[in-house]
């Protein structure tokens, strides 16, 4: 059977969503003919692991949600995949999704990864409905199938409009030997965050509400990493220049990015809107507690007791933190076993490659439905 993932990005510009195709297609080639279709970039070469993967570039014009890349549809074409897996929407990719299964005759999957959120849809709103009318509405109610990260995802796809099939398949990870420990009373508490810098992910008010706890005479200290770019991005400059207890290291990949999440006592995404954050189930796999918005989508982590919720706002997020270094040694302990738990029983990759392979077996017509794959009705 033959695969095509198509993705807008695989560097550090798709965020999360590059991560998750390039695992997605680790875990799925030894099993399937799978290539990755995506767009060259500049910095290709500097931060992407290539390891056991097929990938075929297109050049692009233009970045972001204008670029225009209409070589990959050519390349589609050519190689005429029985399925085509697209990984995000509201660009040039739904474009290629959609005509792609037009000429080829295959299967296509659409992944949202959250993309849509009613946050997200509202969030430049003139500019969504022009993209709908053009694109967007299209391509999705074109798709066999829609795989959806989480249970909430599935209202969302239903508030859409999408009437059809949505396969439940949440992100995974490998669960690594290296693992975190809880903070000792008098150490140095150390908060994590890893992702983008942008306002969706309200890393601005993360700075000010860990700068409220350090007045409180907490010691603690906040190292972010991460890329953004534009205004937000500098304002965060600005901000995280005046704040000793800050320190921001840009971009990490491998094995500084392992030592990170083991060196740190508790991760943080105070976010207005997420999919499924991958950072969230790295910071589990370590066995790394973390503080995240109801927004994150992973009600499983406060339910598993490895999570504390948070808003977004400066004093929620202060107070989260400080409740969380209220907690007696043996609950922290605790929370540190517990997040390495739910990765094991939920979210490890092994149990998001036999969904996968179901999926792609259901779609080729060589199996039964899968008991994941509900039908979305008007």
């Not at 009373?185 to 700068?211: C, H, M, P």
């Not at 490895?306 to 043996?330: H, Q, R, V």
């Amino acid at each position: 059977m033959k695969i095509s993932i198509i993705a807008n990005a695989v560097t550090s510009s798709g965020g999360g969503v590059s991560v998750v195709v390039l695992e997605h297609a680790r875990c799925i080639s030894g099993e399937v003919d799978c290539v990755i279709f995506s767009v060259k970039e500049t910095n290709f070469n500097e931060v992407v692991d290539v390891s056991k993967v097929n990938l075929s570039f297109s050049p692009g014009f233009l970045r972001g949600r204008f670029s225009y890349f209409p070589k990959m549809l050519k390349q589609l074409k050519a190689w005429h995949p029985e399925i085509i897996h697209q990984h995000g929407i509201w660009n040039y990719l739904s474009v290629v999704g959609t005509s792609a299964k037009r000429l080829t005759g295959a299967k296509l999957v659409v992944s949202p990864h959250g993309m849509l959120e009613k946050w997200i849809v509202e969030n430049k709103a003139w500019q969504k409905r022009v993209l709908r009318w053009l694109f967007q509405n299209e391509n999705i109610q074109q798709a066999d199938v829609l795989q959806v990260l989480t249970r909430k995802e599935i209202l969302d796809v239903k508030r859409f409009g999408y009437q059809g099939d949505v396969a439940l398949i949440p992100n995974g990870v490998e669960l690594p030997v290296a693992t975190s420990t809880a903070v000792i009373e008098g150490q140095v508490f150390k908060l994590l965050y890893i992702g983008r810098i942008d306002k969706k992910k309200n890393v601005i008010t993360l700075v000010e509400a860990v700068s409220q706890v350090a007045e409180t005479g907490a010691k603690l200290v906040l190292d972010i990493y991460g890329w953004g770019k534009g205004e937000y991005y500098e304002s965060f400059l600005d901000v995280v220049e005046s704040c000793a207890n800050v320190n921001f290291h840009g971009e990490v990949t491998g094995r500084k990015k392992e030592e990170a999440f083991v060196s740190s006592h508790l991760f943080i995404l105070p976010s207005f809107s997420e999919g499924l954050p991958m950072a969230i189930l790295e910071s589990w796999s370590y066995g790394l507690p973390t503080l995240m918005t109801k927004s994150c989508n992973l009600d499983e982590g406060f339910e598993g007791k490895c999570s504390i919720e948070i808003g977004t706002t400066k004093d929620s997020i202060a107070n989260g933190i400080l409740y969380y270094l209220s907690l007696p040694y043996d609950e922290k302990i605790e929370m540190h076993l517990k997040a390495r738990e739910l990765i094991s029983s939920e979210f490890e990759k092994g149990i998001v490659k036999e969904r996968l392979l179901k999926l792609y077996s259901w779609l080729n017509g060589d199996s039964e439905r899968p008991n994941f794959v509900s039908r979305l009705e008007g």
